[in-house]
């Protein structure tokens, strides 16, 4: 079967780093994205990876090992309004999306 | 990036009344469109996957006779939740598929809120 797993939870303090990680098992690859979503609202696009490495953008990095099944999003200089859940979905041969069941995180003053 | 408008934003209806919500590709040709419902503090679950001029693809689980889906152009596809219970108040979000960056990324609506009563 096809899996995404990321932690359920995570919390961490303003101003600080946090990396959200993610493992996947799924029939065929053809790219990592990472969502944010608030409370609320709709899913909004952070990042994509297809190839192995480190995608940097603003405040936000995402890497990929296709190797191992593995990403992780990395948040730096963390703000409030980075309070959100964040979903890891992979597409698959078919390129249908695999969605995770998001990491709500919690950022603390 | 690409923007994806839903209609209405919420909505409130009696039990066993139809509500049409309405997915529309702003500024791109979508010939994939997806249906998403999502339950409070839970994540998105595929509906069906709606593709211009031909028939819905639903998930497993999903009854295709209650959620009626139309992608009748490259811009619009409607989600038409039909004799509504209260077991169907959530939320409906839609995403459409642009293939032009090669990316087949996803751009979501802002999601459709259901309150049936």
């Known amino acids: 079967g096809q899996n995404i797993d990321q932690p359920t939870e995570m919390t961490a303090t303003e101003g600080a780093i946090v990396q959200i990680n993610c493992t996947y098992q799924?029939?065929?690859?053809?790219?990592l994205f990472w969502y944010q979503q608030h409370a609320g609202e709709a899913p909004t696009f952070l990042s994509y990876n297809v190839l192995d490495g480190l995608e940097e953008k603003g405040r936000f990095s995402s890497f990929l090992s296709r190797s191992k099944g593995y990403s992780y999003l990395l948040l730096k200089e963390l703000q409030m309004k980075d309070s959100a859940s964040y979903l890891c979905a992979v597409t698959d041969s078919n390129y249908q999306l695999i969605w995770g069941a998001g990491t709500k995180l919690i950022i603390k003053p | 990036g690409a923007v994806v408008s839903q209609h209405p934003s919420w909505v409130i209806c009696k039990s066993g009344t139809s509500v049409k919500i309405e997915c529309r590709s702003l500024d791109f040709q979508a010939t994939t469109m997806f249906w998403y419902r999502q339950f409070p503090k839970q994540s998105l679950m595929l509906m069906a996957t709606?593709?211009?001029?031909?028939?819905?693809?639903?998930e497993q689980g999903v009854e295709k006779d209650k959620f009626l889906i139309n992608h009748a152009s490259l811009t619009l596809s409607t989600l038409t939740v039909t004799s509504a219970h209260p077991e169907d108040s959530s939320f409906y979000i839609c995403?459409?598929?642009?293939?032009?960056?090669?990316?087949?990324?996803?751009?979501f609506g802002p999601g459709t809120r259901l309150t049936v009563l």
């Open positions: 709606s593709n211009e001029g031909s028939k819905a693809t639903y």
């Open positions: 799924t029939s065929g690859f053809n790219g």
């Open positions: 995403s459409a598929r642009d293939v032009s960056g090669g990316h087949n990324e996803q751009f």
